[in-house]
């Protein structure tokens, strides 16, 4: 059973920059499918961005890409969203999800989540 706890979440203004961070405890493996899912008020949910635990397999959402990179520090057991250029559209409860492989392109379909870190970006 893999628990995950994410923070990093707070208030900037457009062009600010955050880090999330998501601890991961529990039995893992390499290629296990770890993901950033956001949900803004009133949206669906959107995979921001995903990489499987061991490294690779990188995707990220069009909406984000090149101002979010997903990283995953292994010694820590933590996966990171540093999230640069923040504009009020990524304002959301961003999550952080895991799942085996073969990952989820459905957000719903991931079957451990945290509790989720809330992100506002103010123009």
């Known amino acids: 059973q893999v628990h995950l706890v994410e923070s990093g979440g707070g208030s900037v203004q457009t062009g600010g920059s955050l880090r999330l961070s998501c601890v991961v405890s529990?039995?893992?493996?390499?290629?296990?499918?770890m993901a950033w899912i956001r949900q803004a008020p009133g949206k669906e949910r959107e995979i921001v961005a995903r990489?499987?635990?061991?490294?690779?397999?990188?995707f990220y959402a069009d909406s984000v890409k090149g101002r979010f990179t997903i990283s995953i520090d292994n010694a820590k057991n933590t996966v990171y969203l540093q999230m640069n250029s923040l504009r009020p559209e990524d304002t959301a409860m961003y999550y952080c999800a895991a799942d085996r492989p073969p990952c989820p392109w459905v957000p719903d379909e991931y079957d451990t989540w945290g509790q989720g870190t809330q992100v506002a970006v103010s123009s």
């Open positions: 529990g039995s893992t493996k390499s290629n296990d499918c």
């Open positions: 990489s499987w635990y061991g490294g690779g397999n990188t």
